[in-house]
């Protein structure tokens, strides 16, 4: 059956009846959007679930609705997730316990070994490569690549993918952590160094952090010291709210920061903790997927382009809440993003 045929006897307002991603009919060949689940949790520093995020994301999009008025043809293009890579989630299982140990001699005032501090870094370099090899695979065959974390290290083999396509590019990140610190805690691919990472590479022109409300000194001097970065902190924001400033003119700020190619790294603990309280690391204030749906529309409306975008930190609790939540904000997101 071609993919036309599929088109025609898919019953959009039906039941999911396809165990694929939002219930869709579409391989992998027929589809424009390929997500990369990447199970992953290795450096989390404080609470642990984002490994299964992938997967509780993909069991919860059978319950998305695929009708948007404003994209109501956007399922057509097909979106499909890749098979979880199990050997990631064994590395990772694997060296999650080494992570730990480590971190309990820091907090001792001990000295780690550094055998096993190499051992963690070389494994989460293997990580990085398989995510950098597998997204250029497929950007080079033309899709529209999404990853889904996993902890917040995971996105930066897909950074390295982009890099090898475009001359240059920024990243619009939304989260509630800086994730500028050089190494934290001895780990190079620490979930709270990824922006640190990605902005060794050349090809970034322009960071653009959206939501920051936990940062150290360190971040803070150096946001303020390179003139690629650019901070809209939680706090002027919520200021700026309260002293009468609509959120769409907040956005347009944020948008006028950018190039015209944007990558958008969205940690989930950006939002409000109310829609994500099983994160690794929530923190008190944040945003609606409203809002932040509100600013993705109007970075497109903008004429500026998405080249490629994450969801990580989606922590797994009783219950399926934040995957639901996720699972929303990444059909949404897509058709705002992919639709023309």
Not at 200 to 214: A, N, S, W
Not at 274 to 300: D, K, M, S, W
């Amino acid at each position: 059956m071609t993919k036309e045929d599929k088109i025609k006897s898919f019953d959009v307002n039906g039941v999911s009846v396809h165990n694929q991603l939002f219930g869709l009919p579409f391989d992998e060949a027929e589809s424009d959007i390929i997500v990369i689940p990447v199970p992953w949790e290795v450096t989390v520093s404080y609470g642990t679930g984002t490994m299964d995020g992938p997967r509780a994301i993909f069991e919860a999009s059978m319950q998305v609705d695929l009708f948007q008025p404003q994209h109501p043809d956007f399922w057509k293009k097909g979106m499909f997730m890749l098979s979880e890579p199990e050997r990631l989630r064994k590395l990772s299982m694997e060296l999650r316990p080494l992570v730990e140990s480590h971190i309990d001699c820091l907090v001792a005032g001990e000295e780690p070994n550094h055998e096993v501090l190499d051992r963690i870094n070389r494994g989460c370099e293997e990580m990085v490569d398989w995510v950098e090899e597998t997204a250029g695979r497929l950007i080079s065959e033309g899709k529209k690549v999404i990853l889904l974390g996993g902890d917040h290290s995971t996105p930066l083999g897909m950074l390295k993918a982009l890099a090898g396509k475009h001359e240059s590019f920024g990243v619009l990140q939304i989260d509630a952590h800086a994730d500028l610190r050089n190494a934290y805690e001895g780990f190079t691919y620490s979930h709270a160094s990824i922006s640190y990472n990605f902005m060794q590479l050349p090809q970034i022109e322009k960071l653009v952090q959206v939501g920051i409300r936990d940062y150290c000194h360190e971040e803070f001097n150096l946001a303020e010291k390179d003139p690629r970065i650019s901070v809209f902190y939680d706090r002027d924001i919520q200021g700026a709210q309260f002293s009468g400033q609509t959120w769409e003119a907040i956005c347009n700020r944020v948008i006028s920061a950018l190039p015209q190619k944007v990558y958008i790294t969205f940690d989930i603990d950006g939002l409000d903790p109310r829609f994500c309280p099983n994160t690794g690391t929530p923190v008190a204030g944040g945003y609606t997927p409203a809002q932040i749906l509100y600013l993705v529309e109007q970075l497109i409306a903008s004429g500026k382009e998405v080249i490629g975008f994450d969801i990580n930190e989606v922590g797994v609790g009783e219950g399926e809440w934040d995957a639901n939540v996720a699972a929303r904000l990444l059909f949404s997101i897509s058709a705002t993003a992919y639709s023309n």
